[in-house]
């Protein structure tokens, strides 16, 4: 890992100090940072920017409710528990269909009832969320992901992270979800990350565990051949994450649904550095533009989605 920084550096590879010295500390107000690290607050105020996000079916915040479990989920057959506080993919819980008392999880085990409201009871204990504080259950509709990735995740649904800086898009990279990664699309857990051209959203090289990785191991599939339709699109939804937020400095997470198209997953405030072994590519060159005042200012998101697209890509 060492040595694939080392080869970056020339590149503008920013190091971890840097990004908290000068980037987050300068750009990121404290006070905003409850905003995205609170699943439900991101969702409810995604709705009111009119962010595309999965759908909130409900929520379960006292453990009393959770003996009300079955009727929240009367004629549910497949939808997502997750805690509002949780991280790297802990404690999500993906259920893919069901009989009558028995729940699918994406991975094709089996769940019951009980066992469901046991999770959920874990969730408001606060066992997935950080210091262990107690937490909010977040049901939510199951997302489907694009057809154009279904060779390339494994029992789960890759997300985009996209590093936006100043409301400008600078890195992006696609997170596969492997066996190893149980379905999540969380690289510390062994997802992939494919780093993606930021002009055309085409793999340009992947990684797991930060060491280069040419093939899916559980599909297959070549990772170069990886490409994501709707390309501007998403682009422009992780630009409009700033707009919403007032983070300069911040990690939009998307979704590509097949029925819905883009949507937003998730945000962050500290997003980590692992993007540019990914993607080959240092984040310094194209930040630095932005902070000399290169781009333009004024743009909306669609603009900067452009800019990204046709000037920064080539930085
Ligand atoms: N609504 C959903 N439908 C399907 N899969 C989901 C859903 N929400 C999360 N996941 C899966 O779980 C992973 C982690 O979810 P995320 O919301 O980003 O939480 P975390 O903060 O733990 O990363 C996603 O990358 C995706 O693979
Ligand atoms: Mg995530």
Redesign the pocket.
């Known amino acids: 890992m060492f040595s694939a920084y080392s080869q970056l550096r020339e590149k503008g590879v920013l190091g971890l100090n840097q990004r908290n010295v000068h980037f987050i500390s300068r750009y990121n107000e404290r006070r905003l940072f409850p905003l995205v690290d609170d ?1 439900l607050k991101t969702k409810l105020m995604a709705g009111e920017a009119h962010v595309n996000a ?1 759908h909130l079916i409900g929520t379960i915040q006292y453990q009393h409710e959770t003996r009300d479990l079955e009727n929240l989920l009367k004629g549910l057959r497949e939808f ?1 528990i ?1 805690p509002a506080k ?5 404690g ?1 819980l ?1 259920i893919v269909d069901r009989s009558e008392d028995e729940f699918v999880k994406s991975s094709g085990a089996k769940v019951s009832l009980q066992e469901i409201r046991r999770h959920v009871s874990n969730i408001l204990g606060g066992l997935f969320s950080l210091a262990g504080k107690p937490d909010i259950a977040i049901l ?4 489907h992901s694009d057809p154009a990735f279904f060779s390339f995740s494994y029992e ?4 985009i992270r996209f590093i936006v800086f100043q409301g400008f898009p600078v890195l992006a990279m696609m ?1 596969l ?1 492997t066996h190893r990664s149980d ?4 690289l510390h857990q062994g997802a992939i990350g494919v780093g993606l051209d930021l002009a055309t959203g085409a793999a340009i090289g992947a990684v797991q565990f930060d060491r280069p990785i040419e093939f899916h191991p559980d599909t297959g599939a070549s990772l170069k051949d990886l490409r994501i339709p709707a390309w501007k699109d998403m682009l422009e939804l992780a630009a409009k994450c700033y707009d919403m937020t007032k983070l300069g400095y911040l990690g939009s ?1 998307i979704v590509l649904d097949a029925k819905r198209g883009p949507l937003l ?2 945000l962050n405030a500290r997003p980590g550095l692992a993007i540019q072994i990914a993607s080959q590519t240092g984040l310094l060159h194209r930040l630095t533009h932005i902070e000399e005042g290169k781009a333009p200012k004024g743009f909306t998101a669609q603009q900067r989605a452009e800019y990204a697209l046709k000037r920064l890509s080539s930085l």
């Open positions: 699943k999965p997502v997750k949780g991280s790297s993919g802990k999500i993906v939510e509709d199951l997302i789960g649904v890759p997300d997170r979800a379905g999540k699309a969380n997470d997953l998730e």
